[in-house]
Protein backbone atom coordinates (compact mmCIF):
# COMPACT_ATOMS: atom_id res chain seq x y z
CA UNK A 1 0.00 0.00 0.00
CA UNK A 2 1.55 3.34 -0.89
CA UNK A 3 -0.02 6.71 1.10
CA UNK A 4 0.88 10.15 -0.41
CA UNK A 5 0.56 12.67 2.68
CA UNK A 6 0.06 15.72 0.61
CA UNK A 7 -1.44 19.58 1.16
CA UNK A 8 -1.90 22.46 -0.89
CA UNK A 9 -0.84 24.63 1.75
CA UNK A 10 2.96 24.51 3.06
CA UNK A 11 3.00 24.30 6.73
CA UNK A 12 -0.28 22.57 7.58
CA UNK A 13 1.79 19.70 9.41
CA UNK A 14 2.07 17.13 6.48
CA UNK A 15 5.71 16.02 7.52
CA UNK A 16 4.08 16.10 10.83
CA UNK A 17 1.87 13.25 10.13
CA UNK A 18 4.15 11.26 7.83
CA UNK A 19 6.22 11.06 10.74
CA UNK A 20 4.08 10.06 13.63
CA UNK A 21 2.27 7.73 11.01
CA UNK A 22 5.62 5.93 10.22
CA UNK A 23 6.22 6.00 13.83
CA UNK A 24 3.15 3.89 14.92
CA UNK A 25 3.82 1.58 11.52
CA UNK A 26 7.22 0.94 12.51
CA UNK A 27 6.23 0.04 16.38
CA UNK A 28 4.24 -2.45 15.00
CA UNK A 29 6.88 -4.24 12.97
CA UNK A 30 5.05 -3.27 9.85
CA UNK A 31 7.60 -3.65 6.93
CA UNK A 32 7.16 0.52 6.28
CA UNK A 33 9.54 3.36 4.46
CA UNK A 34 9.13 6.76 4.55
CA UNK A 35 9.94 8.90 1.72
CA UNK A 36 10.48 12.54 1.69
CA UNK A 37 9.18 13.47 -1.78
CA UNK A 38 9.75 17.54 -0.60
CA UNK A 39 12.76 17.23 -2.54
CA UNK A 40 13.43 20.86 -2.57
CA UNK A 41 13.79 20.84 1.36
CA UNK A 42 13.53 17.64 2.85
CA UNK A 43 12.94 17.27 6.54
CA UNK A 44 12.22 13.99 7.72
CA UNK A 45 15.62 13.44 8.85
CA UNK A 46 14.99 16.07 11.70
CA UNK A 47 12.58 14.05 13.26
CA UNK A 48 13.73 10.50 12.12
CA UNK A 49 17.33 9.25 12.21
CA UNK A 50 19.03 6.11 10.74
CA UNK A 51 21.85 4.54 9.29
CA UNK A 52 22.89 5.77 6.32
CA UNK A 53 22.96 2.48 3.67
CA UNK A 54 23.46 4.28 0.52
CA UNK A 55 23.44 7.98 -1.11
CA UNK A 56 23.53 7.62 -4.81
CA UNK A 57 23.91 10.89 -6.78
CA UNK A 58 21.08 11.35 -9.62
CA UNK A 59 21.89 12.79 -13.11
CA UNK A 60 20.27 13.61 -16.02
CA UNK A 61 21.46 13.60 -19.67
CA UNK A 62 21.81 16.77 -21.62
CA UNK A 63 22.42 17.60 -24.84
CA UNK A 64 25.91 19.11 -26.23
CA UNK A 65 25.64 21.09 -29.60
CA UNK A 66 28.66 20.39 -31.65
CA UNK A 67 28.57 23.99 -34.00
CA UNK A 68 30.95 23.13 -35.99
CA UNK A 69 29.28 19.78 -37.50
CA UNK A 70 25.55 21.40 -36.61
CA UNK A 71 24.05 22.39 -40.16
CA UNK A 72 21.18 24.65 -38.29
CA UNK A 73 18.06 22.88 -40.09
CA UNK A 74 16.20 22.97 -36.91
CA UNK A 75 14.81 19.34 -36.87
CA UNK A 76 15.85 19.19 -33.53
CA UNK A 77 14.55 21.98 -32.04
CA UNK A 78 11.03 21.03 -33.88
CA UNK A 79 11.20 17.33 -31.75
CA UNK A 80 11.81 18.99 -28.89
CA UNK A 81 8.06 19.18 -26.75
CA UNK A 82 9.95 21.23 -24.61
CA UNK A 83 10.75 24.59 -26.04
CA UNK A 84 14.59 23.84 -24.83
CA UNK A 85 16.01 24.55 -28.25
CA UNK A 86 16.27 27.52 -29.89
CA UNK A 87 17.80 26.86 -33.99
CA UNK A 88 18.19 30.02 -35.92
CA UNK A 89 18.51 28.59 -39.19
CA UNK A 90 19.16 32.19 -41.01
CA UNK A 91 21.81 33.78 -38.82
CA UNK A 92 23.43 30.07 -37.82
CA UNK A 93 22.32 30.09 -34.39
CA UNK A 94 21.54 27.22 -31.97
CA UNK A 95 20.80 27.40 -27.93
CA UNK A 96 19.86 25.05 -25.84
CA UNK A 97 17.87 26.12 -22.25
CA UNK A 98 18.87 23.32 -20.04
CA UNK A 99 16.75 23.94 -17.29
CA UNK A 100 13.94 22.74 -20.18
CA UNK A 101 15.11 19.62 -21.10
CA UNK A 102 13.37 16.70 -19.90
CA UNK A 103 16.13 14.17 -20.94
CA UNK A 104 13.98 12.71 -23.38
CA UNK A 105 16.48 12.40 -25.90
CA UNK A 106 14.35 13.20 -28.98
CA UNK A 107 17.00 16.41 -30.12
CA UNK A 108 19.62 13.45 -30.42
CA UNK A 109 18.05 11.30 -32.29
CA UNK A 110 16.55 13.81 -34.46
CA UNK A 111 20.36 14.91 -35.13
CA UNK A 112 21.14 13.27 -38.85
CA UNK A 113 24.63 15.01 -38.93
CA UNK A 114 26.19 13.89 -35.71
CA UNK A 115 26.54 17.29 -33.43
CA UNK A 116 24.59 16.42 -30.55
CA UNK A 117 26.01 14.58 -27.97
CA UNK A 118 25.31 13.95 -24.42
CA UNK A 119 26.97 15.21 -21.11
CA UNK A 120 25.54 14.28 -17.59
CA UNK A 121 24.17 16.79 -15.22
CA UNK A 122 23.88 16.21 -11.06
CA UNK A 123 20.00 17.06 -9.55
CA UNK A 124 20.29 15.77 -6.57
CA UNK A 125 20.86 12.27 -4.88
CA UNK A 126 18.61 9.78 -3.17
CA UNK A 127 19.81 8.25 0.47
CA UNK A 128 18.35 5.45 1.96
CA UNK A 129 18.67 4.79 5.88
CA UNK A 130 17.92 2.07 7.74
CA UNK A 131 15.56 2.97 10.71
CA UNK A 132 15.60 -0.73 12.05
CA UNK A 133 15.24 -4.51 10.58
CA UNK A 134 11.83 -3.21 8.78
CA UNK A 135 11.72 0.18 8.11
CA UNK A 136 13.35 2.54 5.98
CA UNK A 137 14.08 6.36 5.27
CA UNK A 138 14.85 7.28 1.88
CA UNK A 139 14.85 10.86 0.73
CA UNK A 140 14.66 12.59 -2.01
CA UNK A 141 17.29 15.73 -2.14
CA UNK A 142 17.13 18.24 -5.25
CA UNK A 143 20.39 19.71 -5.63
CA UNK A 144 20.76 23.87 -4.90
CA UNK A 145 19.51 25.48 -8.41
CA UNK A 146 18.20 22.47 -10.14
CA UNK A 147 15.33 23.70 -11.80
CA UNK A 148 12.88 20.70 -10.71
CA UNK A 149 12.78 18.21 -8.18
CA UNK A 150 10.97 15.40 -10.44
CA UNK A 151 13.59 13.68 -11.52
CA UNK A 152 15.30 13.17 -7.93
CA UNK A 153 11.61 12.60 -6.80
CA UNK A 154 10.74 9.87 -9.12
CA UNK A 155 14.49 8.23 -8.47
CA UNK A 156 13.80 7.87 -5.12
CA UNK A 157 10.14 6.08 -5.32
CA UNK A 158 11.98 3.69 -7.71
CA UNK A 159 13.82 2.58 -4.74
CA UNK A 160 11.01 1.60 -2.59
CA UNK A 161 9.04 -1.20 -4.76
CA UNK A 162 9.83 -4.19 -2.35
CA UNK A 163 7.97 -2.46 0.61
CA UNK A 164 4.59 -3.77 1.85
CA UNK A 165 3.87 -0.04 3.52
CA UNK A 166 5.22 3.24 1.58
CA UNK A 167 4.33 6.74 3.18
CA UNK A 168 5.51 10.02 0.82
CA UNK A 169 5.70 12.75 2.49
CA UNK A 170 4.51 15.20 -0.67
CA UNK A 171 6.09 18.62 -1.59
CA UNK A 172 3.09 21.25 -0.71
CA UNK A 173 1.31 22.93 -3.87
CA UNK A 174 0.12 21.02 -6.67
CA UNK A 175 2.84 21.25 -9.57
CA UNK A 176 4.62 18.94 -11.23
CA UNK A 177 6.62 18.05 -7.87
CA UNK A 178 3.04 16.91 -5.93
CA UNK A 179 1.98 15.32 -9.29
CA UNK A 180 4.99 13.00 -9.44
CA UNK A 181 4.51 12.21 -5.47
CA UNK A 182 0.95 11.52 -5.67
CA UNK A 183 0.51 9.37 -8.87
CA UNK A 184 1.94 6.29 -7.84
CA UNK A 185 -0.15 6.46 -4.42
CA UNK A 186 -2.85 4.18 -3.79
CA UNK A 187 -4.25 7.02 -1.41
CA UNK A 188 -3.57 10.46 -0.47
CA UNK A 189 -3.78 11.91 3.41
CA UNK A 190 -4.74 15.82 2.52
CA UNK A 191 -3.56 17.59 5.58
CA UNK A 192 -5.17 21.01 6.10
CA UNK A 193 -6.01 23.35 8.72
CA UNK A 194 -9.24 24.80 9.12
CA UNK A 195 -8.17 28.77 8.13
CA UNK A 196 -9.35 29.91 4.71
CA UNK A 197 -6.01 29.70 3.44
CA UNK A 198 -6.29 26.22 4.45
CA UNK A 199 -8.98 25.59 2.51
CA UNK A 200 -8.66 27.75 -0.49
CA UNK A 201 -5.79 25.30 -0.72
CA UNK A 202 -7.23 22.59 -0.26
CA UNK A 203 -9.70 22.57 -3.03
CA UNK A 204 -7.44 23.03 -5.21
CA UNK A 205 -5.51 19.84 -4.52
CA UNK A 206 -9.01 18.08 -4.54
CA UNK A 207 -9.96 19.24 -7.47
CA UNK A 208 -6.37 18.04 -8.73
CA UNK A 209 -7.04 14.32 -7.13
CA UNK A 210 -10.41 14.21 -8.86
CA UNK A 211 -8.67 14.45 -12.01
CA UNK A 212 -6.80 12.35 -11.74
CA UNK A 213 -9.28 10.15 -10.41
CA UNK A 214 -7.24 9.32 -6.71
CA UNK A 215 -9.14 8.37 -3.50
CA UNK A 216 -8.44 10.78 -0.83
CA UNK A 217 -9.35 11.56 2.60
CA UNK A 218 -8.61 14.87 4.93
CA UNK A 219 -6.57 15.46 8.19
CA UNK A 220 -7.21 18.62 9.82
CA UNK A 221 -4.54 19.81 11.74
CA UNK A 222 -4.54 22.74 14.38
CA UNK A 223 -8.62 22.61 14.86
CA UNK A 224 -10.06 25.17 16.66
CA UNK A 225 -8.19 27.33 14.84
CA UNK A 226 -10.27 29.54 12.25
CA UNK A 227 -13.47 28.60 11.18
CA UNK A 228 -16.03 26.05 10.23
CA UNK A 229 -15.35 26.40 6.57
CA UNK A 230 -13.52 23.46 5.95
CA UNK A 231 -15.80 20.93 8.00
CA UNK A 232 -18.82 22.20 5.85
CA UNK A 233 -17.25 21.98 2.92
CA UNK A 234 -15.93 18.21 3.37
CA UNK A 235 -19.90 17.25 4.53
CA UNK A 236 -20.90 18.33 1.23
CA UNK A 237 -18.23 17.23 -1.06
CA UNK A 238 -18.98 14.06 0.91
CA UNK A 239 -15.09 13.69 1.60
CA UNK A 240 -13.96 11.60 4.44
CA UNK A 241 -12.56 13.51 7.32
CA UNK A 242 -10.19 11.01 8.69
CA UNK A 243 -8.64 12.60 11.67
CA UNK A 244 -8.69 16.02 13.55
CA UNK A 245 -5.32 17.62 15.78
CA UNK A 246 -6.20 19.88 18.33
CA UNK A 247 -3.88 23.50 17.99
CA UNK A 248 -2.29 22.98 20.90
CA UNK A 249 0.79 24.48 22.43
CA UNK A 250 2.35 20.85 23.69
CA UNK A 251 2.30 19.18 19.90
CA UNK A 252 3.63 22.28 18.80
CA UNK A 253 6.64 22.06 21.72
CA UNK A 254 6.93 18.43 20.95
CA UNK A 255 7.56 18.85 17.13
CA UNK A 256 9.43 22.07 17.40
CA UNK A 257 11.62 19.87 19.92
CA UNK A 258 11.89 17.18 16.64
CA UNK A 259 10.26 15.12 19.09
CA UNK A 260 7.68 12.38 17.55
CA UNK A 261 4.31 13.08 19.00
CA UNK A 262 2.74 9.31 18.76
CA UNK A 263 6.21 8.55 21.54
CA UNK A 264 4.97 11.11 23.85
CA UNK A 265 1.40 10.66 24.15
CA UNK A 266 0.30 7.17 23.56
CA UNK A 267 -3.51 8.12 22.88
CA UNK A 268 -2.12 9.98 19.85
CA UNK A 269 -0.08 6.47 19.41
CA UNK A 270 -3.82 4.64 19.51
CA UNK A 271 -5.24 7.66 16.93
CA UNK A 272 -2.58 7.43 14.52
CA UNK A 273 -2.92 3.60 14.26
CA UNK A 274 -6.21 4.01 13.99
CA UNK A 275 -5.82 6.67 10.78
CA UNK A 276 -3.35 3.90 9.26
CA UNK A 277 -6.69 1.04 9.50
CA UNK A 278 -9.10 4.07 9.14
CA UNK A 279 -6.87 4.60 5.65
CA UNK A 280 -6.42 0.69 5.08
CA UNK A 281 -10.11 0.06 4.93
CA UNK A 282 -10.75 2.37 2.18
CA UNK A 283 -7.78 1.12 0.20
CA UNK A 284 -9.92 -2.01 0.19
CA UNK A 285 -13.16 -0.50 -0.73
CA UNK B 1 14.51 47.99 -39.20
CA UNK B 2 11.83 45.22 -37.39
CA UNK B 3 11.21 45.49 -34.15
CA UNK B 4 8.17 43.15 -32.37
CA UNK B 5 5.58 44.69 -29.70
CA UNK B 6 3.44 42.40 -27.81
CA UNK B 7 0.13 42.88 -28.05
CA UNK B 8 -3.23 41.85 -26.30
CA UNK B 9 -5.23 41.96 -29.88
CA UNK B 10 -4.59 42.48 -33.44
CA UNK B 11 -5.26 45.76 -34.23
CA UNK B 12 -3.28 48.82 -33.83
CA UNK B 13 -5.69 49.92 -31.26
CA UNK B 14 -4.75 46.81 -28.68
CA UNK B 15 -2.92 47.52 -25.91
CA UNK B 16 0.87 46.36 -25.19
CA UNK B 17 0.34 42.90 -23.63
CA UNK B 18 2.45 42.76 -20.22
CA UNK B 19 3.70 39.28 -20.92
CA UNK B 20 6.33 38.45 -23.51
CA UNK B 21 6.61 34.56 -24.21
CA UNK B 22 2.81 34.03 -22.80
CA UNK B 23 1.30 37.22 -24.83
CA UNK B 24 -1.59 37.12 -27.57
CA UNK B 25 -0.39 38.86 -30.45
CA UNK B 26 3.44 39.90 -31.70
CA UNK B 27 3.33 42.79 -33.76
CA UNK B 28 5.97 42.50 -36.52
CA UNK B 29 6.40 46.92 -37.11
CA UNK B 30 8.62 47.75 -40.19
CA UNK B 31 10.35 50.69 -39.28
CA UNK B 32 11.38 51.66 -43.22
CA UNK B 33 8.12 50.76 -44.67
CA UNK B 34 5.94 51.34 -41.57
CA UNK B 35 3.75 48.40 -42.22
CA UNK B 36 2.80 46.45 -39.62
CA UNK B 37 2.04 42.24 -39.39
CA UNK B 38 0.14 40.86 -36.31
CA UNK B 39 0.67 37.09 -35.43
CA UNK B 40 -1.14 35.24 -32.63
CA UNK B 41 0.92 33.66 -30.37
CA UNK B 42 0.85 30.29 -30.41
CA UNK B 43 3.20 29.59 -27.69
CA UNK B 44 0.21 31.14 -25.37
CA UNK B 45 -0.69 28.20 -23.79
CA UNK B 46 2.31 26.62 -23.79
CA UNK B 47 3.08 23.93 -20.82
CA UNK B 48 6.77 25.27 -20.67
CA UNK B 49 9.46 27.23 -22.55
CA UNK B 50 7.14 29.83 -23.81
CA UNK B 51 9.69 32.50 -24.09
CA UNK B 52 12.54 30.31 -25.36
CA UNK B 53 9.46 29.27 -27.95
CA UNK B 54 8.58 33.11 -28.53
CA UNK B 55 12.38 33.55 -29.15
CA UNK B 56 12.48 31.48 -31.88
CA UNK B 57 9.54 33.35 -33.17
CA UNK B 58 10.16 36.84 -33.13
CA UNK B 59 14.25 36.32 -33.47
CA UNK B 60 13.51 34.34 -37.11
CA UNK B 61 11.58 37.45 -38.29
CA UNK B 62 14.44 39.14 -38.15
CA UNK B 63 13.45 41.86 -35.17
CA UNK B 64 16.58 44.18 -34.25
CA UNK B 65 14.57 45.25 -31.03
CA UNK B 66 11.28 43.72 -29.14
CA UNK B 67 9.09 45.91 -26.79
CA UNK B 68 7.22 44.37 -24.05
CA UNK B 69 6.24 44.43 -20.67
CA UNK B 70 8.15 42.14 -19.00
CA UNK B 71 10.90 39.42 -19.58
CA UNK B 72 11.35 36.17 -18.18
CA UNK B 73 14.42 34.77 -16.61
CA UNK B 74 15.46 32.19 -19.27
CA UNK B 75 14.60 34.83 -22.00
CA UNK B 76 17.21 38.21 -21.36
CA UNK B 77 19.99 36.32 -21.85
CA UNK B 78 19.84 34.57 -25.39
CA UNK B 79 17.96 37.64 -26.69
CA UNK B 80 21.22 39.47 -25.43
CA UNK B 81 23.77 37.07 -27.28
CA UNK B 82 21.27 37.66 -30.48
CA UNK B 83 22.02 41.27 -29.60
CA UNK B 84 18.40 41.14 -29.90
CA UNK B 85 17.53 45.19 -27.87
CA UNK B 86 14.86 44.73 -24.98
CA UNK B 87 12.49 47.79 -24.58
CA UNK B 88 10.46 47.23 -21.53
CA UNK B 89 7.29 49.60 -21.26
CA UNK B 90 5.64 49.78 -17.88
CA UNK B 91 2.31 51.25 -19.04
CA UNK B 92 -0.02 48.35 -19.44
CA UNK B 93 -2.91 50.77 -20.93
CA UNK B 94 -0.59 52.02 -24.08
CA UNK B 95 -2.07 51.14 -27.30
CA UNK B 96 0.19 49.91 -30.39
CA UNK B 97 -0.55 52.93 -32.44
CA UNK B 98 0.99 55.07 -29.40
CA UNK B 99 4.02 52.91 -29.09
CA UNK B 100 4.68 52.72 -32.79
CA UNK B 101 4.45 56.47 -32.63
CA UNK B 102 7.08 56.73 -29.99
CA UNK B 103 9.20 54.33 -31.77
CA UNK B 104 9.11 56.36 -34.83
CA UNK B 105 10.16 59.30 -33.80
CA UNK B 106 13.60 58.05 -32.37
Not at chain 1, 33 to 47: G, I, K, Q, R
Not at chain 1, 59 to 79: F, T
Not at chain 1, 209 to 219: C, R
Request: hydrophobic content about 40%; glycine content about 6%.
Amino acid sequence: MKIAIASGKGGTGKTFVSTNLFAVAEKEALNVTLVDCDAEEPNVNEFLDGKTTSTEIINQHLPVIDKEACVYCGKCRDWCNYNAIICLSENKQIYLIEDLCHDCGACLAACQYHAITEIEKRLGTVTIKAYSNQARIVEARSDIGVYSPVSVIKAALDKVQDTDLILMDSPPGISCPFIATVVPADFIVLVTEPTPFGLNDLKLSVETLEQLEKPFGVVVNRTGLGDERVYDWLEEKQIPLLMKIPFDKNIARIYSQSRLLVREDPSYATRFLDLLKTIEGLCKK
Amino acid sequence: MKIAITSTGNSPDATLDSRFGRCSYFVIYDTESGSTEFIPNPNKQAMEGAGPASIQLVASKGVEKVVSGEFGAKVKAIFDSLKIQLIIVNDGTMTINKIIEMISKK
